[in-house]
C-alpha cells in the first residue's frame, strides 16, 4: 500500500509541476515572446522607412565626392540630426530578440549613427577644411551607409520573419514542450511500473498465504 501511496504522490507532484510550468513559466515566455514580435515588426517597419532614402543619398554622396575630389566647394547647411525614434525608446528591450537579431540590430542602428555623424562634421567644417579632408569624410560616410544597407537588407526580412512566426511553431517552444511532456510521460509510467510490482507482491503473498493455510488444515 505504502508503495501504491508513492506512485500516487509521484504522479501528482509531476502534475503540479507540469502544470505549474505551463501556468507560469509558459505564460511569461509566450507574452516576451509577443512583446519581441512587436518590437520586430517596429524596427522591420523604422529600418524599411530609412533604407527608402538610400539610393538617393549615394547619389548625393557620388556627386559630393566628385566635386571635392576637383577641388570644389560644397554647398552644405548644418541641421538637427535625423532621429530613430523606434530604437531609441526601445534600446532596453533589445534583449527581447534572438542574440543574432540583437547583434544585427545594434550593428546596422550604429551604422546609421556614425553615418550621421560623419554627415554633421561635413556639414560644419568643409568651408574650413582641405580638399582631402572633405574626400575623405564623404568616402568615410558612404562606407557607413552601404555597411548599413548591406546588412539591413537581411536584418529586415529576418525582423519580419520573427514577426510573423506563430509561437507553438518556434523551435524552442517545441522543445520546451516536448521535454515536460516527457517528464510528465515518464512519471505516470513510473507510477504504473510501481503499481504493477505492487500488485504481483500482493498477489504473491496473498496466494503464499492462502497455501500455508491450506497445508496447515491438512
Not at 500488485?199 to 497455501?211: F, M, P, Q
Amino acid at each position: 500500500m505504502a508503495d501504491v501511496g508513492a506512485g500516487t504522490a509521484l504522479v501528482g507532484f509531476l502534475g503540479v509541476l507540469v502544470g505549474g510550468y505551463f501556468n507560469n513559466f509558459l505564460a511569461e515566455d509566450y507574452r516576451r515572446f509577443r512583446d519581441s514580435q512587436a518590437l520586430a515588426a517596429a524596427l522591420a517597419g523604422e529600418l524599411e522607412s530609412h533604407a527608402e532614402g538610400i539610393t538617393l543619398l549615394k547619389s548625393i554622396l557620388t556627386a559630393m565626392h566628385g566635386r571635392a575630389s576637383t577641388g570644389g566647394e560644397l554647398t552644405l547647411r548644418e541641421m538637427p540630426e535625423p532621429q530613430s525614434p523606434v530604437f531609441e525608446a526601445n534600446v532596453e528591450k533589445i534583449g527581447l530578440l534572438d542574440p543574432a537579431q540583437a547583434k544585427g540590430v545594434a550593428f546596422v542602428y550604429e551604422h546609421i549613427r556614425a553615418f550621421r555623424t560623419v554627415m554633421a562634421l561635413l556639414a560644419k567644417h568643409h568651408k574650413e577644411e582641405s580638399p582631402e579632408w572633405r574626400t575623405s569624410i564623404i568616402l568615410s560616410a558612404r562606407e557607413r551607409l552601404m555597411s548599413a544597407e548591406d546588412k539591413g537588407r537581411v536584418l529586415i526580412e529576418e525582423l519580419k520573419r520573427h514577426a510573423a512566426t506563430p509561437y507553438w511553431r518556434r523551435h524552442r517552444t517545441r522543445v520546451q514542450m516536448s521535454f515536460w511532456l516527457g517528464v510528465l510521460c515518464s512519471g505516470i509510467l513510473a507510477a504504473f511500473i510501481v503499481r504493477g510490482t505492487t500488485y504481483d507482491s500482493a498477489t504473491s503473498c496473498t496466494a503464499r498465504d492462502n497455501g500455508t493455510a491450506h497445508a496447515a488444515a491438512k
